[in-house]
Antibody
Framework: QVQLVESGGGVVQPGRSLTLSCAAS????????IHWVRQAPGKGLEWVAL????????YYADSVKGRFTISRDNSRKTLYLQMNSLRVEDTAVYFC????????????WGQGTLVTVSS | DIQMTQSPSSLSASVGDRVTITCRAS??????LAWYQQKPGRVPKLLIF???TLQSGVPSRFSGSGSGTDFTLTISSLQPEDVASYYC?????????FGQGTKVEIK
């Protein structure tokens, strides 16, 4: 079955960096676009970033553009999110989500990893 | 960016009631609309894509309709396990945007 497992979350001070990982299994990772979506505590869902199946195309929400970098290693079936210059408002659970073949929606989600930005 | 506005923000209904949630896009998105269910403390789950196509395994009491700017998610007979927040999502193009969510409770 499709599995996405995030890791790398934790508590970090404002202005510092953190890298999240998402390990995939149960499907041909290199065939699918993958997204990061976040959810601040008690709030709604916010799309963060998208990477195409082969890593050549990347898209970002304005709120993270220039600070976050999405990447993937298809040989390791792993997605990454490098987060720099973190802000308090980046505090959220970060989900990786598989992009559907038919469109830019999300058909499978990981369990999420919590990032807390606090001094 | 396309703004997605859901209503109501919360509702309380009885078991067996018909429940309707609406989602309005700030511009025409054709049928590039998905709905997700997020139960308390759980991961979001895809219910519907292409405005009206039920994801495999989703109970048939859920249905979606609409195109252009106005969309609806309907639960034909509310069940206790349907207590959750529901989100619409535009996927016409990046950035993909979500509605603010509708919290559904049992009366």
């Amino acid at each position: 079955q499709v599995q996405l497992v995030e890791s790398g979350g934790g508590v970090v001070q404002p202005g510092r960096s953190l890298t999240l990982s998402c390990a995939a299994s149960g499907f041909t990772f290199s065939n699918f676009p993958i997204h990061w979506v976040r959810q601040a505590p008690g709030k709604g869902l916010e799309w963060v970033a998208l990477i195409s199946y082969d890593g050549t195309n990347k898209y970002y929400a304005d709120s993270v553009k220039g600070r976050f970098t999405i990447s993937r290693d298809n040989s390791r079936k792993t997605l990454y999110l490098q987060m720099n210059s973190l802000r308090v408002e980046d505090t959220a659970v970060y989900f990786c989500a598989r992009g559907a073949v038919a469109g830019l929606y999300f058909d499978y989600w990981g369990q999420g990893t919590l990032v807390t930005v606090s001094s | 960016d396309i703004q997605m506005t859901q209503s109501p923000s919360s509702l309380s209904a009885s078991v067996g009631d018909r429940v309707t949630i609406t989602c309005r896009a700030s511009q025409d998105i054709s049928d590039y609309l998905a709905w997700y269910q997020q139960k308390p403390g759980r991961v979001p789950k895809l219910l519907i894509f292409a405005a009206s196509t039920l994801q495999s395994g989703v109970p048939s009491r859920f249905s979606g309709s609409g195109s252009g700017t106005d969309f609806t998610l309907t639960i034909s007979s509310l069940q206790p396990e349907d207590v959750a927040s529901y989100y619409c999502q535009n996927y016409n193009r990046a950035p993909m945007t979500f509605g603010q969510g509708t919290k559904v409770e049992i009366k």
